[in-house]
């Protein structure tokens, strides 16, 4: 398969089953919002070293949130509703409830609850104040800038994906950056999925295992242009630089929509723009139940 | 579903008791039937069909006609509708566990008393104890929403433990008096101290109150993102107030002499 002179590869993105959840983080100005929602989100890029993946999914104006002020939404990500229920609560605790004038309310609705104030609500140290009304409970904590208002807790899903995959293979850095900012702006529009790495991008691909014991990942190194004379290379003669995007979804449906919107982008730019081919990362099979075949996927 | 409208044959002469008269129970009956079921009068007990002329109507609810000596009605209420035309007497609503209790009239002693879901609204005043204790009981109203268009009598909201009671107009004497947890909100002045006792909960003011119950202590006036929230998830909240909330109030609290952190928010 050939898009705008990119080869799409026979190859597939193969991904697995994740707990996930959505927060709504409101603040007096989009500005502390957003720096509480970055905050939150930082060093969570895989759950490999960071025990789980979590990013901003989208800006909320003020009329959709609980409270009325400008909100961003995040999705968090990990590999089982019990590291989930770990990671949650404490990156709410160091990073939002600390940031000032903000807020933390649940973005999803249903499935098993993860703790909010649940576990926060002792930082109040006996002053704070639970409220049940219209349906949901919320705390509130009394600090230093007034009170921390959040929910007792947030839904849930147990059957999100994690680990939706491309490959940009290119002729050089230049281009390959380009294309994957490219893709990484018009992927920013699917909902229910977030692009866990810096900027959405990732430049260090790994394969499973490496030749140092207790190694659980290492360099990609079929796809690192400086060993290309290794034998064990899958670039084409005059690819100079690979970089990787990686999708988490609420569902396999949400992972497969923000692929191919991101391929669409990517093979928009095409042949001209110093893009060779799209791949995908897998380990045979062996790692996830899911899936995503390139070229079904682009048909 | 058929419903049922229950009209009073005359005045009652003395004080009767419908509770347990609820849509579950007339499930499934017919008018015969349920003319048959035995509720207290005064000192005996009578068949519902000497008191009520009893026919079915389309809408599935049930549909009564009130007197002031008529209480217990929508008492034990889980599911379906009670619409009430006229005042009725005590404990209206008491114990409900859901459903709907709407009453075109005023209500006696107790309305609401231990509820713990539901919805009652009432179009005039209340009688004392709104949302109060059971006998027995050491917390009173657990849940659901009273919303009250009139005036509520003395001890509003004794005891109150969860849910919210809304009054449009003034409360009396001791209004939040003991409560435990829960809102109580209060659109009109407030007659005497309120508070006295409370352990937890809000009480939710449109003015200052003349008269703060001793302890009290006035933390000042703060923009409340908690207010925020719940004017937007509590509609009723924000009707009640006739507009959008600010978030901003002046928040009193105590009963500290109780060692209590209930809060008396007067909205700015």
């Known amino acids: ?299 | 579903m058929t419903g049922w409208r229950l009209e009073l044959r005359a005045p009652l002469a003395a004080r009767a008791d419908l509770s347990g008269i609820v849509p579950a129970r007339l499930a499934g009956l017919g008018p015969a039937e349920i003319g048959r079921l035995d509720v207290p009068l005064g000192t005996r007990r009578v068949a519902l069909g000497e008191l009520f002329s009893v026919r079915s109507i389309a809408s599935p609810v049930i549909e009564l006609t009130g007197d002031p000596r008529l209480d217990g009605v929508g008492a034990g209420l889980d599911e379906g509708t009670i619409l009430v035309e006229g005042t009725v007497g005590a404990h209206a609503g008491s114990g409900m566990t859901g459903g709907r209790l709407a009453i075109a009239g005023d209500a006696g002693e107790g309305l609401a008393r231990g509820m713990r879901a539901g919805r009652v609204t009432l179009s005039g005043d209340a009688g004392p104890r709104v949302g109060g204790a059971l006998p027995g009981a050491k917390a009173g109203m657990r849940g659901g929403v009273v919303a009250i268009a009139g005036d509520a009598g003395p001890r509003a909201g004794e005891r109150l433990r969860g849910g919210l009671i809304l009054v449009g107009g003034a409360a009396g004497a001791d209004a939040a008096a003991g409560m435990i947890a829960g809102t109580l909100a209060v659109r009109g002045g407030l007659a005497g101290e309120a508070g006295v006792g409370m352990r937890r909960g809000s009480l939710i003011l449109a003015q200052e109150p003349r008269v703060l119950a001793t302890g009290f202590g006035d933390t000042g006036e703060h923009d409340l993102i908690a207010l925020l929230v719940l004017a937007r998830r509590v509609p009723e909240l924000t009707e009640l107030f006739g507009g959008p909330l600010t978030g901003r109030a002046r928040r009193h609290v105590g009963d500290r002499l109780v060692g209590g952190e209930g809060e008396i928010l007067v909205l700015c």
Not at chain 1, 205 to 217: H, M, N, R
Not at chain 1, 254 to 275: F, K, N, P, Q, T
């Open chain 1, 1 to 299: 398969m050939n898009l705008n002179g990119v080869e799409i590869r026979d190859s597939f993105a193969e991904a697995f089953p994740m707990a996930a959840t959505r927060l709504v983080i409101t603040a007096d100005t989009p500005s502390w919002a957003e720096t509480a929602a970055r905050s939150m989100t930082g060093f969570a890029t895989s759950v490999v070293g960071c025990g789980c993946e979590a990013a901003i999914e989208r800006t909320i104006p003020g009329e959709e949130t609980p409270d009325g002020r400008p909100g961003i939404a995040v999705l968090v990500f990990a590999m089982s509703l019990k590291a989930l229920r770990k990671v949650v609560p404490a990156r709410v605790g160091q990073c939002v409830l600390t940031a000032p004038s903000t807020a933390c309310y649940s973005g999803l609705d249903g499935g098993p609850n993860v703790p909010i104030g649940k576990a926060l609500r002792f930082f109040g140290d006996g002053h704070q104040i639970a409220k049940s009304l219209g349906g949901g409970r919320i705390w509130r904590i009394p600090v230093m800038d007034g009170e921390f208002v959040c929910d007792h807790a947030a839904g849930s899903i147990e059957t999100a994906v994690g680990g939706g995959n491309f490959l940009i293979l290119a002729r050089s850095r230049t281009a390959a950056l380009l294309a994957a900012e490219g893709a990484v702006a018009a992927m920013a529009g699917v909902a229910n999925t977030i692009l866990p790495f810096p900027g959405g991008v990732v430049r260090s691909g790994s394969k499973i295992g490496a030749k140092y014991p207790g190694l659980v990942a290492s360099t990609n190194d079929a796809y690192c242009p400086t060993l290309r004379a290794h034998g064990r290379t899958a670039l084409p003669p005059d690819a100079g630089s690979v970089l990787e995007i990686v999708i988490d979804g609420l569902s396999a449906a949400d992972v497969a929509a923000s692929m191919r919107v991101g391929i669409h982008a990517v093979c928009a730019i095409g042949e001209a723009g110093g893009i060779l081919a799209v791949d995908a990362g897998n380990y045979g099979g062996r790692l996830g139940p899911f899936h995503f075949k390139l070229r079904e996927l682009m048909a």
